[in-house]
């Protein structure tokens, strides 16, 4: 009886819209050059816009602490020796956590500072830029190692700057990075140093015991997750990770 009902229903649905003139909707795609200059800049800007979307994704990686939190996570995963556990989704989506939690005071005072008076039309467009970027200049500068940023500038041939407003972001985002990946890297062989001495003292064991054909991973691995616990790893590292944070 239900399927009857809904095919009458359906039936009867189609004979309203069959009833009715059918309406079409039109697009036009049309491209045509601006009539006035206002016209250009607002076809600019949306232009620039949906750019900035696009790129969105990337420029969270290289203008944020998300490189250094992934990596060392990827290091903690291989020292531990438990394959996919944690899952790489999952590593990834604390690592994202993490970096919205130290960078959410720094974005704030970037809208407050810039975005929210331009769209109050209290400041101009270019004034808007430099202060929503003054934020994010600073926390990279001071995670910057002075080396890393003195070699773009001697790539680009560029005097050395005077304050922070006078470093263009396409040299200090590049120093930034590599300066992020050299602190992981630092800090994933200062994690595997504990779990490697664990392998090399259960490989010695069994080597000592004749157990040479068993694999010192199988032994090791229960070790290090028990040892790992104990300490409360997690809290440790995530602690440890936001305080080398400056």
Same mark, same amino acid.
């Given at each position: 009886?239900?399927?009857?009902?809904?095919?009458?229903?359906?039936?009867?649905?189609?004979?309203?819209?069959?009833?009715?003139?059918?309406?079409? *909707?039109?697009?036009?795609?049309?491209?045509?050059?601006?009539?006035?200059?206002?016209?250009?800049?607002?076809?600019?800007?949306?232009?620039?816009?949906?750019?900035?979307?696009?790129?969105?994704?990337?420029?969270?990686?290289?203008?944020?602490?998300?490189?250094?939190?992934?990596?060392?996570?990827?290091?903690?995963?291989?020292?531990?020796?438990?394959?996919?556990?944690?899952?790489?989704?999952?590593?990834?989506?604390?690592?994202?956590?993490?970096?919205?939690?130290?960078?959410?005071?720094?974005?704030?005072?970037?809208?407050?500072?810039?975005?929210? *008076?331009?769209?109050?039309?209290?400041?101009?467009?270019?004034?808007?830029?430099?202060?929503?970027?003054?934020?994010?200049?600073?926390?990279?500068?001071?995670?910057?190692?002075?080396?890393?940023?003195?070699?773009?500038?001697?790539?680009?041939?560029?005097?050395?700057?005077?304050?922070?407003?006078?470093?263009?972001?396409?040299?200090?985002?590049?120093?930034?990075?590599?300066?992020?990946?050299?602190?992981?890297?630092?800090?994933?062989?200062?994690?595997?140093?504990?779990?490697?001495?664990?392998?090399?003292?259960?490989?010695?064991?069994?080597?000592?015991?004749?157990?040479?054909?068993?694999? *010192?991973?199988?032994?090791?691995?229960?070790?290090?997750?028990?040892?790992?616990?104990?300490?409360?790893?997690?809290?440790?590292?995530?602690?440890?990770?936001?305080?080398?944070?400056?």
């Amino acid at each position: 009886m239900l399927r009857v009902a809904i095919l009458f229903l359906m039936l009867g649905l189609v004979n309203v819209f069959a009833a009715q003139a059918p309406v079409v *909707p039109t697009m036009n795609f049309e491209l045509s050059a601006p009539s006035s200059p206002q016209q250009l800049v607002s076809s600019l800007n949306v232009l620039v816009l949906l750019t900035l979307l696009f790129l969105a994704p990337s420029m969270v990686l290289v203008m944020t602490t998300f490189t250094r939190f992934v990596i060392v996570f990827g290091f903690l995963r291989q020292a531990l020796g438990t394959q996919q556990v944690p899952p790489t989704q999952l590593l990834v989506m604390l690592g994202m956590i993490l970096t919205f939690f130290v960078m959410e005071p720094i974005g704030t005072k970037a809208y407050n500072d810039g975005i929210k *008076p331009y769209i109050e039309e209290k400041i101009g467009y270019e004034e808007a830029f430099d202060k929503t970027t003054l934020p994010f200049k600073n926390f990279m500068v001071r995670n910057t190692r002075e080396k890393d940023l003195a070699l773009f500038f001697r790539i680009r041939k560029m005097e050395n700057p005077k304050s922070i407003e006078e470093v263009p972001l396409s040299v200090i985002i590049p120093a930034f990075v590599i300066s992020e990946l050299k602190t992981a890297f630092e800090i994933g062989f200062l994690l595997f140093l504990p779990f490697l001495v664990v392998d090399m003292v259960v490989a010695s064991i069994l080597m000592s015991m004749g157990m040479m054909m068993l694999p *010192p991973v199988m032994i090791s691995l229960p070790f290090k997750i028990l040892i790992f616990i104990l300490i409360d790893g997690w809290n440790l590292l995530v602690g440890n990770l936001i305080a080398s944070i400056k």
